[in-house]
């Protein structure tokens, strides 16, 4: 598997691939190219780096190419290439994730900079998903007693309401409270907040871009 970013081209025009791959390549950037969007969905499996392709292809198009890595979970960057731009086409482009959208025919110097955005983006994106996957096992390694206590904290309740709440003492809710802090690595209530809201929030939101019409 390629672990090293690269500039995945898919158009099923053969220069236009070859003219990009170089584009990418005198960057020094790894870059591989594909006919269809078939094709590269039968060999992508969440490398990093960003997509390169076309709109209008034999096939499946750059828009559905889009949508079907959003249905897979990906989030790798795309920018989409077109020499029939609608203003509804780039709303939908962008909407959906795409770092721009780029009328044929383009600068090479606008193309060039678009790689550079998608390719941080996509960075920045690995490590947010990271560090969201480390607190995302934190937090299930609470038990379901710690759990209560952390839903309760979340939403303000002190620890004397906690405890008449749960039914339980009130040096029960601090030895809970206590190793809710210390699984979840945090010191403060606001530490606790930002840190759990911070991977809901980032969920909500993916859930949210994938309703939008």
Request: glycine share 4%; with cysteine.
């Amino acid at each position: 598997m390629i672990s090293e970013p690269t500039v995945y081209v898919v158009d099923d025009d053969p220069q236009a691939r070859d003219s990009v791959c170089a584009l990418a390549r005198s960057m020094g950037v790894a870059a591989k190219n594909f006919a269809s969007a078939e094709s590269f969905l039968d060999h992508y499996q969440n490398q990093p780096g960003c997509l390169v392709t076309d709109y209008r292809m034999t096939g499946i198009n750059g828009l559905e190419l889009q949508d079907s890595l959003l249905e897979q979970g990906s989030e790798l960057p795309l920018i989409i290439v077109t020499a029939y731009a609608r203003t509804s086409m780039t709303v939908q482009a962008i909407k959906s994730g795409a770092i721009t959208l780029l009328d044929k025919p383009y600068d090479d110097d606008n193309l060039w900079q678009a790689i550079r955005t998608a390719l941080a983006e996509d960075d920045r994106r690995r490590q947010q998903n990271k560090a969201g996957a480390k607190v995302r096992q934190r937090i299930e390694s609470l038990n379901d007693k710690e759990r209560e206590v952390l839903e309760l904290v979340l939403v303000g309740r002190s620890n004397k309401a906690m405890a008449a709440k749960l039914d339980v003492s009130l040096r029960t809710i601090e030895n809970r409270r206590r190793k809710v802090f210390s699984k979840l690595s945090v010191e403060t209530v606001a530490e606790l907040v930002a840190l759990v809201l911070k991977v809901r929030d980032k969920r909500a939101s993916e859930s949210l871009s994938r309703s939008l019409p």
